[in-house]
């Protein structure tokens, strides 16, 4: 991917509940990939690549911009029979048109600059009955008051979107779209946090906001982690996006990227 890259030793994570999210996350994607060619963008060390082999996965290609993390998702992947590296760019994977069942890309989105061209990308590669998995940072949760202009605290972070922001992304790429929640808080904290955005400058608000993570020290519950369908009451940290069927493009819009060999 473009720019600096985030990349999370999930192993060795500080933050017990940022670790917990990670695999929460990859543990539901895992639940469309049996039987299925499976695309996993900006795949990291290969967390979801172990889990989505171990799910049944007839055919997995792994796709990373960092040779590095390539490497160690190898090491660390056990079923090398199913599991193929590609050093690639999430903006231009190295892959046909219409050769993937699904595509998988958690926590990417906010590491570009243009989300859109991206998910024209997920779409090229996607078969016309396949389904796009992603997740990405709510932004009216993680930066309350702020637009989507502004630079996230994360320095790793291009930009956030919020749940209509994203929605209206995937929907107008894909025909069906499901929304699902990590991190739930009550509609009544947002509507605090936006006061006091009111009051005091965005970034500040976004700082105070981490800090109130903080109480999950004291109280460990895993059940946060877990991701589940959006409620109308309710606002989350992490949005998960679960699109089937890309809407028809016309055939010229279907340009096959260049092929690239498997990294070592």
């Given at each position: 991917m473009p720019g600096?890259?985030?990349?999370?030793?999930?192993?060795?994570?500080?933050?017990?509940?940022?670790?917990?999210?990670?695999?929460?996350?990859?543990?539901?994607?895992a639940g469309f990939v049996q039987r299925r060619v499976v695309v996993d963008c900006a795949c990291g060390n290969g967390i979801g690549v172990r889990q989505f082999a171990e799910h049944g996965a007839s055919r997995i290609v792994a796709i990373d911009s960092s040779a590095d993390a390539l490497r160690a998702a190898r090491a660390s992947s056990r079923d090398s029979r199913v599991i193929h590296f590609l050093l690639g760019d999430a903006m231009r994977m190295p892959l046909a048109c219409q050769s993937a069942d699904v595509v998988i890309s958690l926590e990417t989105l906010e590491h570009l600059a243009d989300g859109g061209s991206f998910l024209d990308e997920a779409h090229r590669i996607l078969k016309p009955a396949g389904t796009f998995v992603c997740s990405t940072p709510n932004r009216a949760v993680t930066h309350p008051g702020a637009?989507?202009?502004?630079?996230?605290?994360?320095?790793?972070?291009?930009?956030?979107?919020?749940?209509?922001?994203?929605?209206?992304?995937?929907?107008?790429?894909?025909?069906?779209?499901?929304?699902?929640?990590?991190?739930?808080?009550?509609?009544?904290?947002?509507?605090?946090?936006?006061?006091?955005?009111?009051?005091?400058?965005?970034?500040?608000?976004?700082?105070?906001?981490?800090?109130?993570?903080?109480?999950?020290?004291?109280?460990?519950?895993?059940?946060?982690?877990?991701?589940?369908?959006?409620?109308?009451?309710?606002?989350?940290?992490?949005?998960?996006?679960?699109?089937?069927?890309?809407?028809?493009?016309?055939?010229?819009?279907?340009?096959?990227?260049?092929?690239?060999?498997?990294?070592?």
């Amino acid at each position: 991917m473009p720019g600096e890259q985030e990349r999370l030793p999930i192993a060795d994570a500080t933050l017990y509940w940022v670790a917990a999210e990670h695999h929460a996350r990859y543990a539901f994607a895992a639940g469309f990939v049996q039987r299925r060619v499976v695309v996993d963008c900006a795949c990291g060390n290969g967390i979801g690549v172990r889990q989505f082999a171990e799910h049944g996965a007839s055919r997995i290609v792994a796709i990373d911009s960092s040779a590095d993390a390539l490497r160690a998702a190898r090491a660390s992947s056990r079923d090398s029979r199913v599991i193929h590296f590609l050093l690639g760019d999430a903006m231009r994977m190295p892959l046909a048109c219409q050769s993937a069942d699904v595509v998988i890309s958690l926590e990417t989105l906010e590491h570009l600059a243009d989300g859109g061209s991206f998910l024209d990308e997920a779409h090229r590669i996607l078969k016309p009955a396949g389904t796009f998995v992603c997740s990405t940072p709510n932004r009216a949760v993680t930066h309350p008051g702020a637009p989507l202009t502004v630079r996230p605290i994360n320095r790793f972070h291009v930009q956030e979107y919020s749940v209509d922001e994203l929605r209206s992304l995937l929907t107008s790429r894909f025909r069906q779209v499901q929304l699902y929640g990590q991190n739930p808080q009550a509609r009544s904290q947002r509507r605090v946090m936006g006061l006091v955005a009111r009051i005091l400058p965005w970034r500040w608000t976004a700082y105070l906001n981490q800090l109130l993570k903080l109480r999950r020290f004291l109280r460990n519950d895993p059940s946060l982690s877990v991701v589940v369908p959006v409620a109308a009451d309710w606002d989350y940290e992490y949005i998960v996006g679960v699109c089937l069927g890309p809407i028809e493009r016309r055939p010229d819009a279907l340009i096959d990227a260049p092929q690239t060999s498997d990294a070592h």
